[in-house]
């Protein structure tokens, strides 16, 4: 029953490695996006993705890519990982035609760089 | 670009108790959507309540409501009776129309809110 999940909730790896973060959700959801939360809490907007429209924020590296092979996937993909990506993951989603426009979130992954 | 404050990095309160979270935020738009999250322990993060600009009316939760005050920009959540499962992080949130809320949502930098037994 879960709505927006991810896999993995954990990741650890070395720097240089490349990695993936799935998420899926199950409320017909039209846009997801993912967020990064860095060690001091601090929740920022990385993409969202609506209709195959690419919203990206312009400080996010572009180590980072988002790919979507469907409307209820939204997978985020890194290159040569860094020190500095170590933080938590969240992916959410929401109906954007809907009136509150409410956004339901994953349980988060936590990524570790070595 | 809008930018959300939430100036009380840690809050303090005996159980039962009622406490306020501040919430101040800067925009040029005049209808958007605020909205507060809690994240316990576990990560998660929840909704708690949500306010449109729109409405004067102020949004309230059983326990939860909110202090909405547009001409200053202020958004503050009140939790009333606190209880030990309130104990979290939480988060304030702005969500722009622009683009019906694609961009996503600005968050605050969250106040830890502790409830003392």
């Not at chain 2, 939760?61 to 202090?67: G, H, L, T, W």
Request: net charge neutral; aromatic share 12%; with cysteine.
């Amino acid at each position: 029953d879960t709505a927006v999940s991810q896999t993995p909730k954990y990741l650890v790896t070395q720097m240089g490695n490349d990695k993936s973060i799935k998420c899926e959700q199950n409320l017909g959801h039209d846009t997801m996006y993912w967020y990064k939360q860095d060690s001091k809490k601090f929740l920022k907007i990385m993409f969202s993705y609506n209709n195959k429209e690419l919203i990206i924020n312009e400080t996010v590296p572009n180590r980072f890519s988002p790919k979507s092979p469907d409307k209820a996937h939204l997978n985020l993909h890194i290159n040569s990982l860094e020190l500095g990506d170590s933080a938590v993951y969240f992916c959410a989603s929401s109906q954007l035609a809907g009136i509150h426009n409410e956004q339901f979130f994953g349980p988060g992954t936590r990524l570790t760089v070595l | 670009a809008q930018t959300v404050t939430q100036s009380q990095p840690e809050m303090s309160v005996q159980e039962a108790e009622t406490v306020t979270l501040s919430c101040t935020y800067d925009t040029s738009e005049s209808d958007y959507y605020l909205f507060w999250y809690k994240q316990p322990p576990s990560r998660q993060m929840i909704l708690v309540i949500r306010q449109e600009a729109y409405k004067q009316q102020n949004a309230t939760e059983n326990r939860f409501s909110v202090n909405f005050q547009k001409a200053a920009k202020s958004f503050s959540l009140k939790i009333s009776d606190s209880q030990l499962g309130d104990a979290a992080m939480y988060f304030c949130a702005y969500r722009s129309p622009a683009g019906g809320g694609a961009d996503g949502l600005t968050f605050g930098k969250g106040t830890h809110l502790i409830i003392q037994p």
